[in-house]
Structure formats: structure tokens, C-alpha cells
């Protein structure tokens, strides 16, 4: 059966739009609320789903039409069957396929040639073994990747649904020139070897947080030199202290926990060294020392790692930090946060210490310079005047931007922050 699908009812006195990309092609099976074109109102830019699964028969629009609410934009067979995969396509994923970099009219700056130069030299493995994958972006931001000799589909998107906008590209593009890159920060990705020839596997497409992260993870690593200095903090009295209030934050609805707790400790001390509260410019050779305090908090979901951002942090009380904290977190596990929850942060702390562990080394948040690391409390039997005692040892491991931050530096912030929590009256003295 031929069904007709109209562009539905968009909003309150919103009649028509303008169709800035069509979507599908015909003779493509398209899965129910699958996009199908996109379309730009007054209001807005968005994807109109399709209200039923088919095979496009038709493509009634063309780019560019304004079309009204009620007009045709595809004829859907809602009987036909779905044509099994291509075997190189074996992902059931919608896709639109990206021209090659390698077939495009090559930029005339030379930074646009860097970044074709780039894409190229990553491209091999890249397009001959994973599957297309499904890129979601407004013609012009198609044309501006393909006028930059960048591959979409290579890109994060990093608005709602993963679609790609122009600032992405752009972001993309600075990578790619300044030597980073998703697949190894500028290094030539090589082509892996058939794993099939030893055994089963499965190819899975990452998903955008996690492309996101590469990305991220890919670019700090390859652009700070990382150094990691591990101390530990005996939190016997701090524990007591939590234990004590637990009760009253929880009433106040957050957890009175050991990483609420370094918020406030960390706040202070990013005040007390400013160079731990800076970002590298390195194009102009600046430090650039903030005089704001929000610290983000690595928060492990089940889509990977999101990091929320507690802002001023030093103006709050332990009680608005673990509330807030609590509420972050949760957030975070329920695809809640807003970008702008997660922005903004100087410095990151990520605590593994519920989970166990006695050290690791954190990847700094770039454009931050130090991450602090917490690993799992321990009992340990301590000489403490003179005594042998028992004591809850709490192992901190600082990474931190050697370019800017010198070894003794980093001794010493570390110090302080195990100060903090071993006397937390310091905190109170101090401010
Ligand atoms: N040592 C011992 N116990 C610890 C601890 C530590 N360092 N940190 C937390 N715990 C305990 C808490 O006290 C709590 O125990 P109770 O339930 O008995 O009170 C339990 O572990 C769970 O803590 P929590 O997770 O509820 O609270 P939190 O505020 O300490 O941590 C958060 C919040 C968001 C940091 C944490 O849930 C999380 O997601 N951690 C993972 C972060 C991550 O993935 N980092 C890696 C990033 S790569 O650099």
C-alpha cells in the first residue's frame, strides 16, 4: 500500500517551513520514526519523522521548497518488505553517504590542506572496514566539511540526536590542525589486521558520547604532557565527621560523601594555587588564571563518562555541594544533564573509590590543566605519636599539565588538599 506522509502540525502558529535536507533516498526502507527530511521554521531547525515504516517510493520535495503543513513530502510502500543489509553495510543503520575527502577540489589555504593531509592519512582504514554510519547535518554544514576536506561522518555532533553543526566542524577542523585527532591525536591510524582469521567478532558502532570521549581523551592526551603525583590523606577524623552529619544533608536531600566533601577542599585549594585554576593559551603563549571556581565531577553512567560542573563552588556549603552533587549525578544517569550543567569547570575530580582501587592515572579535562584522581579508602595500621594505630587511608593521585605546573607544585597542592581533609577545621580558619 502507498501511503502518503504529510508534514504534520509543527507548532502554534507555525504554517510552513523551508526543507534545508532531504534525508532519505528513493527506494531506501526507512524504519518508522526515522528522520526523513529536515526542515527549517521560523522557530526552528528539526528532522520530520517518518509516522510509519516503508520503502520511499517517492520523494515529493526538493531542497529549498517551502512546504506547508498537510503538503506530501514522501510516498511510503508500507508493505514492502526490507531488502537484507549489504554485506559491507551490515548494521541495519540508516545511512547517507559523505563524498570522499580524497574526491573533493582541495582547499587552497595551506591550513585547509593540513587538515585534508589529515583526513586522508586516516582514511584508509577508516573507509574500507566500518560500516557507514548515519550523519545528521544541515546542507550548509555539509558543504562547510566538504569545503574543509573533512569526512561528516568522522565528526561529533554535539547537538540533540548527535546532529553535527557548523561550530563542530569547525572544532573538528582545529583538531585536526593543531595534531589531534579521534583515532590517535594526528597519528597515522593503521589499518587493523582481519581478526576473523582467529576467531568471531563483532563490530559495534560507538555511540556519539563515546565518540565524544575519544575525541576528548584523544586530544589531552596527545596535546598535555601528563605527569601524576599520588599521595594519601588519613580520613579516620573526616569519616567521623560524615557520619556525624550524614543524616542531616540527607534530610536536606544530597549524600554527605567523600567526593562532595572534596569539592569544598578543592575549591580552596585551586584558590591557594592559581595555576591549578588556569588554562593553557598556546598559540599565544598565555596562562590564562581564572578567578572562578567550578570544579567538575567524572560521574559514570551506563552510556560512559559525563562530567557535570558544580560553579562556584567555593561560595557553597558542604550541604549545597552534596545536594547538588546528588542531584548532578542523578541527572547524569537519567540523560538529564543540560550543556550547560556541563560546562564551564576548571578542574575535574574523578573518584574510582566505590567501586576499589588503589591508584590510577586520570586523564586531565582539557582546557583544564590537573585532574584529581580517589581511589578506595583503606584501613591501615599507622604510627601516630609514637602509636601503632589503625587508620582509613584515603590514596589521591593528581595528573597535571607538566607545562605549566612544576613537580614540587603539584607535591604541595596534593599536600594541601591531604590536609584539608585530615584537619577540615583548617578550611574554616582559612576563609
Ligand atoms: N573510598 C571508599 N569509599 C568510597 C569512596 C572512596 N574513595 N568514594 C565513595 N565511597 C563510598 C561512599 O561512601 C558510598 O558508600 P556508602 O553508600 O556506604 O555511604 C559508596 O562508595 C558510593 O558512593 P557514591 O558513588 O554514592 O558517592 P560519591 O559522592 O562518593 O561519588 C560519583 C559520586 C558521581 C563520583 C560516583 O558515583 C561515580 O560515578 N564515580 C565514578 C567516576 C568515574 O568513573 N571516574 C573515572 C573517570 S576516568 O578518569
Redesign the pocket.
Known sequence: MIEDVKLPEISENVESGVVTGILVKAGEFVEKESPLVELETEKATFEVPSPVAGKVVEISVKEEDEIQVGQVIVKLDTEAEQAPPEPEKATGVETIEEPKAKEQTPPPAQEKAEAVKVEQEQTPQETKTPPAKAVSAAPAVRQLARELGIDISRISGSQPGGRISAEDVKNHAKILIAGGGPTGGGRISKPLPDFTKWGQVERQPMTVIRRKIAETLSYAWSNIPHVTQHDQADITELERF?AEY?QRIEQAGG?L????ILLKVVASALKAFPNFNASVDAQSSEIILKKYYHVG?????DRG?LVPVIWDADKKSFLQL?VE??D??EK??NNKLTPEQMTGGNF????????GGTG?S??IYWPQVA?L??????RQVTYVNGELLPRLA??LSLSYDHRIIDGAESARFVRWIAQRLEQPFLLAIEE
Open positions: 560524615r550524614a549524600k560523601t567523600v567526593t562532595s565531577v567524572a560521574v559514570d553512567t563518562l552534596s552533587l546528588t548532578l549525578a547524569a544517569r575535574t575530580i574523578s573518584n574510582l573509590g566505590g567501586i590510577f586520570p586523564v585532574i584522581g580517589v581511589s578506595r579508602a583503606s584515603l590514596p
